[in-house]
C-alpha cells in the first residue's frame, strides 16, 4: 500500500503541504481535492519522487519513494504518473505512443494490449493518426493509454479529464476507473470536479491551509460536511443558523421562520435554482419551476 508518513515540503520559501500523513491501499481510489494552488499537483510529483521532501516519509509497500538527491532517475516501474502536460510523442500515430514502452519480444501481447487500451480511452478509430493531429482532450486519453499499457501496481492522474469535452467526459470516467479497479491499481487523483469523485473515489482527501482537513469516504463527507469548503464541492449551499444546508434540501412550505423574496432563477435541467434573499442573507433552494421575482415564499430544511 501507499503511506504518505508525516509529509512536509516547501518551494524555497513558499511552504505548501505540511504533516500530511495518509494510506491507499492497492486497488483503491483516492480522490485529492482542494482549491487552485492548495498543492494537489505538489502532492503528486512528491509521492512520484519529482522533488525531495523537507521532512517526512513515502513508502509504497516496502520501498521508500526518493526524491532526486537520493534517486538519479525520476519514477519507478510500479508507478505512472499523467501530468496535465502529456508528453507525447507528436510524430507517431496513437497505437505507437501507447506501445512505446511495451516489450516488442511479444508482438501479439502488444498488439492486444494496445487495442484493449485504444477501447478503454475510445480511440479505437484514431488508432493510426499521429499525435501532433489530435485535439487536447483526444492528446490527454493517449497519455491515460500509455500510462496504462505497462500494468503499474499505483498510477498518479493530475485532473486527467480536464481538456476531455462533456460529450465523452462521463463514458471516459467510467472506463478508466473501472479499469483500475479490475486491475487492482491504485489511484490517486488529483481534481476539481466532483463528477471525478462521486461514484469512483473510496477516500476523499481535502487538501486546505497546507493540510488535510478531512480524509473519509465521498458519502460520509456528502452527509455531513463539516465545512463550507467541503459542501461547495458537492454543490450550492446554505449556512443557516450555523447549519449547512444543501439548496435541494431547502423546500417551500406554507408557513415558517423562515420568509424569503425571490430575487432570480437559474435554468438547470430538471430543476430551477432559486436565489432568494432573507433578511440581509441570500438563500439558494431548488425547484420544480422558475418563480416570479419578487415573490414571497417560506422555505423550510426537508428531512
Ligand atoms: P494545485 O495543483 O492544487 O493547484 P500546486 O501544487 O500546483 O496546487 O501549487 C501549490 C502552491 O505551490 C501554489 O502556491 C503554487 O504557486 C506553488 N508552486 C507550484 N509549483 C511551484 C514551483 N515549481 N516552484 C515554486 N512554487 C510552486
Ligand atoms: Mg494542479
Known amino acids: 500500500m501507499?503511506?504518505?508518513k508525516n509529509l512536509t515540503f516547501s518551494y524555497n520559501k513558499t511552504p505548501v503541504l505540511?504533516?500530511?500523513s495518509f494510506k491507499a491501499k492497492p486497488g483503491e481510489n483516492v480522490a485529492v481535492i482542494g482549491e487552485s494552488g492548495s498543492g494537489k499537483s505538489t502532492l503528486l510529483n512528491l509521492i512520484f519522487g519529482e522533488y525531495d521532501?523537507?521532512?517526512g516519509q513515502i513508502f509504497w509497500k516496502d520501498?521508500?519513494?526518493l526524491g532526486p538527491k537520493y534517486n538519479l532517475v525520476v519514477g519507478y516501474d510500479f508507478m505512472k504518473y499523467v501530468t496535465q502536460e502529456f508528453d507525447l510523442m507528436p510524430f507517431i500515430t496513437v497505437e505507437e505512443n501507447i506501445g512505446k514502452y511495451l516489450s516488442n519480444f511479444f508482438p501479439e501481447e502488444k498488439r492486444e494490449r494496445t487495442s484493449e487500451l485504444l477501447e478503454v480511452v475510445e480511440l479505437t478509430e484514431l488508432a493510426k493518426t499521429?499525435?501532433?493531429l489530435l485535439s487536447g482532450g483526444q492528446k490527454q486519453?493517449?497519455?491515460?493509454?500509455?500510462?496504462l499499457a505497462n500494468q503499474p501496481e499505483i498510477i498518479l492522474l493530475d485532473e486527467p479529464f480536464s481538456h476531455i469535452d462533456n460529450f465523452q467526459k462521463q463514458s471516459l470516467r467510467r472506463n478508466v476507473f473501472k479499469y483500475l479497479k479490475d486491475?487492482?491499481?491504485t489511484c490517486i487523483v488529483a481534481t476539481h470536479d466532483k463528477e471525478d469523485v462521486l461514484g469512483f473515489a473510496d477516500r476523499m482527501i481535502v487538501l486546505y491551509n497546507q493540510k488535510i482537513a478531512v480524509n473519509d469516504s465521498p458519502e460520509n463527507l456528502f452527509n455531513d460536511p463539516k465545512t463550507p469548503l467541503i459542501a461547495s464541492f458537492f454543490g450550492e449551499y446554505n449556512v443557516l443558523d450555523d447549519q449547512i444546508i444543501y439548496s435541494h434540501q431547502l423546500k417551500i412550505v406554507e408557513h415558517s421562520n423562515l420568509k424569503a423574496t425571490v430575487v432570480d432563477n437559474y435554468f438547470k435541467g430538471h430543476y430551477y435554482l432559486i436565489e432568494a434573499l432573507a433578511g440581509d442573507d441570500i438563500v439558494f433552494f431548488e425547484n420544480k419551476s422558475a418563480l416570479k421575482i419578487?415573490?414571497?415564499?417560506y422555505l423550510q430544511k426537508q428531512l
Open 2 to 4: 501507499l503511506n504518505v
Open 18 to 20: 505540511k504533516e500530511l
Open 53 to 55: 521532501l523537507n521532512i
Open 63 to 65: 520501498k521508500a519513494i
Open 130 to 132: 499521429k499525435v501532433k
Open 141 to 147: 486519453r493517449v497519455a491515460l493509454a500509455r500510462a
Open 183 to 185: 486491475k487492482n491499481i
Open 294 to 297: 419578487n415573490q414571497e415564499v
